[in-house]
């Protein structure tokens, strides 16, 4: 029998091997987006350590880290115990009430369990998954949660979090993305970053203070109608848009505006943003 050898389909020795011609344009475009992806990394890091409430937890994780994990819904996982007991909270820009999923992810009593057994059997490395009617390997069922993540879109979880010495899991963060946005590169992102965030989210809920966030002064209590134009607001619409979701006047969403200004005690839209992030009065 014949084997032919690689070398036999090579140039014979006597002639020169040429290399490829080298692409200038290419590795100068390569060099750029490896500096890039670096500094976006850097930045991020740095960001998290700037993290000592929820308002910039929420806004690190749903602003600069979206360079480099690309996300619709992040949930917060915390695991207290063996067994454990998880606490979870939810952080999105796509939709108004995030703590929605956060709240069905643990009404569904066997999401959490699941995803950290996966977790610990593939030795605490990030993993992805599609979930969703027929998905293969889906790891949540088709509960309220699952029901709700495809209603979103974003049905390819990533999973990572972190654990301590012994083995034991600290916290999970669970990334629902849009289906095919995670590949291996996002897993190791997810591997870089997730320790930082853990620390992040671990400093906002240390120096959280029930008695004080719900309660900014004796007149800043918003209405129903107050919070639901706060909330969209914060999703950047207009006064006239506002209006015709709610079907009032934009004068009166005007006349709303002007008075959860006063109760914040801010003198723009943005503040009002930021102070309602801060005091928790929007569920983001």
């Not at 390569?30 to 991020?44: H, Y």
């Not at 027929?134 to 209603?151: D, K, T």
């Amino acid at each position: 029998m014949r084997v032919t050898t690689i070398e036999s389909l090579h140039t014979p020795a006597s002639a020169p091997v040429s290399a490829p011609a080298a692409d200038p344009a290419a590795d100068a475009h390569s060099a750029a987006a490896d500096f890039l992806q670096i500094e976006s990394i850097v930045l991020n890091l740095d960001a998290s350590l700037r993290v000592h409430a929820r308002a910039h937890f929420f806004s690190w994780t749903q602003g600069l880290l979206q360079s480099l994990i690309r996300h619709e819904l992040l949930v917060c996982v915390l695991c207290h115990g063996k067994p454990p007991v998880f606490r979870a909270d939810g952080f999105s820009m796509t939709t108004p009430e995030p703590t929605l999923f956060s709240d069905m992810f643990l009404r569904d009593t066997s999401v959490a369990p699941a995803l950290l057994k996966a977790w610990e059997e593939r030795r605490h490395q990030p993993f992805s998954f599609e979930c969703g009617p027929g998905a293969q390997g889906n790891l949540i069922g088709n509960g309220g949660f699952a029901r709700e993540i495809e209603r979103l879109g974003a049905t390819q979880l990533l999973v990572h979090g972190l654990a301590d010495s012994d083995g034991r899991a600290l916290s999970l963060f669970v990334f629902a993305c849009r289906p095919g946005s995670v590949a291996a590169r996002q897993a190791y992102l997810a591997q870089l970053v997730v320790p930082a965030m853990h620390a992040a989210w671990a400093r906002t809920q240390a120096q959280r203070n029930p008695g004080t966030l719900d309660k900014p002064s004796g007149q800043s209590v918003l209405t129903a109608r107050e919070q639901d134009i706060l909330k969209w607001i914060y999703l950047g619409k207009s006064n006239f848009e506002i209006g015709a979701i709610l079907k009032i006047s934009p004068l009166t969403v005007k006349n709303h505006v002007q008075k959860i200004l006063r109760k914040l005690n801010v003198v723009n839209r943005t503040q009002a943003i930021g102070k309602a992030l801060e005091l928790r009065i929007l569920n983001t």
